[in-house]
């Protein structure tokens, strides 16, 4: 293992110990959300929206202190990013070589409720311009080939079904134990970010990469591109869509799924890992 491996795996041991601790930080004795709500100067407090990205926001502000720590006492300068559009959110650069960089890309995502085994997914940055061209500076912190890695710090939580929670009331400081969080049981990990692709991009905007959904490959970082390898996730993503070929029919496609890609440059399709489909629930149960 060369020195720049050796540096990665380290880091990423370091990393993944200190997001193992994060779940206490965020969370009551039974698993609870210990954040309740906003609280203005009058000690009144308003519920929190169950809308995915209120809580993505508010879990990144009340995990910034543990993160700015983590990078001091690692040795790491932390940089956030400047704009809301720009990769990664959180650049750490080594306080005594500047050369050594790490992206660290924070998301959240739910379990589903008729498939707790599964996730809602999320995306994993761009696959556009600064992806493509290594040295671009568009819409990323630093140059996308500077970075030494590239990982993803996860939160899946479960959302009440049944909370007691009137979005619409008012509380009182005194009552504050008595408001039903709106989020519980986070299970937080690291990977890196080829570890848990899929093939296809993510929702709502077509230039993201899509994330695998089934949690336990998540955790154990058993994505599509696992066993391939970075270069193979990279060369996929960089051409996403660009190949045409010629179908069965004579007609020309574009590739846009894993495996004819894979065989279109000539690689061994069997080490995809395919991707974990949801079983469809009946009466209730999987």
């Not at 990423?12 to 709500?37: M, N, P």
């Not at 990769?87 to 960089?101: F, G, N, Q």
């Not at 660290?104 to 996730?119: A, M, S, V």
């Not at 970075?147 to 939160?155: A, K, M, R």
């Amino acid at each position: 293992m060369n020195r720049d491996s050796q540096l990665k795996q380290q880091f990423f041991h370091a990393l993944s110990q200190f997001v193992s601790s994060l779940a206490d930080h965020v969370s009551t004795e039974d698993g609870q959300w210990s954040i309740k709500g906003f609280i203005d100067v009058c000690r009144n407090i308003y519920t929190i929206s169950s809308d995915t990205k209120i809580i993505s926001k508010i879990l990144e502000i009340h995990l910034f202190p543990r993160i700015l720590n983590f990078a001091e006492e690692t040795g790491y300068r932390l940089v956030l990013a400047e704009h809301q559009n720009y990769y990664p959110d959180i650049s750490l650069v080594h306080a005594d070589d500047e050369r050594i960089k790490f992206a660290i890309d924070c998301k959240t995502t739910y379990r589903l409720l008729d498939n707790p085994e599964f996730c809602n997914g999320f995306t994993l940055g761009s696959h556009g311009e600064y992806f493509v061209n290594r040295s671009s500076s568009k819409n990323v912190q630093f140059p996308y080939g500077q970075y030494w890695g590239h990982f993803c710090l996860g939160i899946i939580y479960s959302r009440h079904t049944d909370r007691e929670l009137d979005e619409t009331r008012t509380y009182r400081l005194e009552e504050l134990h008595s408001i039903a969080s709106v989020i519980k049981d986070f299970r937080f990990f690291v990977a890196e970010k080829s570890k848990i692709a899929s093939d296809k991009s993510g929702s709502g905007n077509t230039a993201n990469i899509g994330s695998i959904n089934k949690i336990s490959d998540i955790l154990s970082g058993h994505g599509m591109f696992s066993r391939l390898g970075e270069k193979w996730f990279d060369d996929y993503w960089m051409n996403y869509g660009k190949i045409t070929v010629n179908d069965s029919k004579s007609q020309t496609k574009k590739i846009t799924n894993l495996r004819d890609f894979v065989a279109y440059k000539g690689g061994d399709v069997r080490l995809i890992v395919p991707k974990a489909r949801k079983t469809r629930v009946r009466n209730g149960s999987l």
